[in-house]
């Protein structure tokens, strides 16, 4: 059983040491541990670092692409190198590396694909109190826009199972946190969390500017998935709300017409079937966007059936076969 454990970087030379340092090299079920590194066009002396460390893999890119393509990076990577088990993990020491144990039990004990460490938000000392309300409210909509539990979304402590890493996909250009527990909670993949814990800051996150920001940015994230899987129920819910507001009008306007004062209110006349226009309208891309999600769904599992072939067998699946 192969674990890999990758750690997304950018001028992350001060603090890799810290975090590689508290990495675990013995984990019961596992029988090799490796450590991989994305180098997100660092301007520092961290590749060289990481190389000083020890580390086994570097996946480097000449210029900043951001996290979300640092991370399917690396996810690549691991799965072409036979990673049974892949755990991404920060680079600023931000989560316990002796924690990896908690995240990958679930999967070695196959009662999960992917597990996502769960942050003492409300005990965390840097983190501000408008942070920590932000954090529950977001991780509340994912778990309502992906029909999980997941108390932490924002989380980047994760493990997933080769097979659930396989079918990962991250279109957005910001993080994949989000997008891919909505993903998976709509592609009814097995995941859980697990209580973990957080080590003292060691430098300002550099994932967003502000706290505004980061939820405008996120909440695009958030939308844009739940429409990518669920646009029927999406565009259907926004559809019967404009049917709905023109069939309130034009009850309002025949009331009046019977009452003798229909000629004073043609405009609401006018509304009601702009409204009910609009209402078809959406409702008709919703039933385009569901044909749509249902290609969307075949040309991933073909994604997937030609990712495991790219990518050849892991380790436990070699040993298997002797």
């Known amino acids: 059983m192969k674990l890999i454990i990758q750690i997304p970087c950018y001028n992350e030379e001060q603090t890799l040491e810290l975090a590689y340092n508290d990495l675990p090299r013995h984990i019961d079920g596992i029988d090799t541990i490796e450590y991989l590194i994305i180098n997100d066009g660092s301007k520092d002396n961290t590749v060289q670092r990481a190389r000083e460390l020890g580390f086994h893999h570097i996946v480097s890119f000449k210029r900043n692409k951001g996290l979300a393509k640092g991370f399917m990076a690396g996810i690549d990577a691991c799965l072409h190198l036979g990673a049974d088990i892949i755990v991404n993990t920060d680079a600023d020491n931000q989560y316990c590396g002796a924690d990896i144990e908690k995240i990958v039990r679930p999967i070695l004990d196959e009662k999960a694909d992917i597990v996502i460490g769960e942050r003492p938000i409300d005990n965390t000392e840097h983190f501000s109190w408008k942070k920590k309300k932000f954090q529950h ?111 309130i009008l034009g009850i309002r306007f025949l009331i009046l017409m019977a009452m003798g004062e229909g000629d004073g209110h043609v405009q609401s006349l006018i509304l009601t079937a702009i409204m009910v226009m609009m209402g ?34 892991s380790d436990e699946e070699k040993k298997n076969e002797k």
């Open 137 to 247: 409210l977001g991780s509340w909509v994912v778990r309502v826009a992906s029909g999980t539990d997941i108390p932490d979304a924002p989380s980047g402590f994760r493990a997933y199972s080769r097979d659930a890493a396989l079918r990962l996909n991250v279109v957005n250009e910001y993080t994949y946190t989000l997008e891919t527990i909505i993903q998976a909670g709509n592609n009814k993949t097995a995941m859980t969390s697990v209580p973990i814990r957080t080590n003292p800051e060691t430098r300002p996150s550099r994932l967003f500017s502000s706290m505004w920001r980061y939820m405008k940015r996120s909440s695009t994230v958030i939308t844009r998935s739940f429409v990518m899987y669920k646009p029927l129920k999406f565009f259907m819910t926004i559809g019967f709300v404009l049917l709905l507001i023109g069939a």
């Open 280 to 313: 078809f309208q959406t409702i008709t891309i919703g039933l385009l966007g569901d044909t749509i999600s249902a290609n969307r769904k075949l040309i991933e599992d073909v994604q997937y059936r030609v990712r495991k072939m790219e990518c050849g067998k």
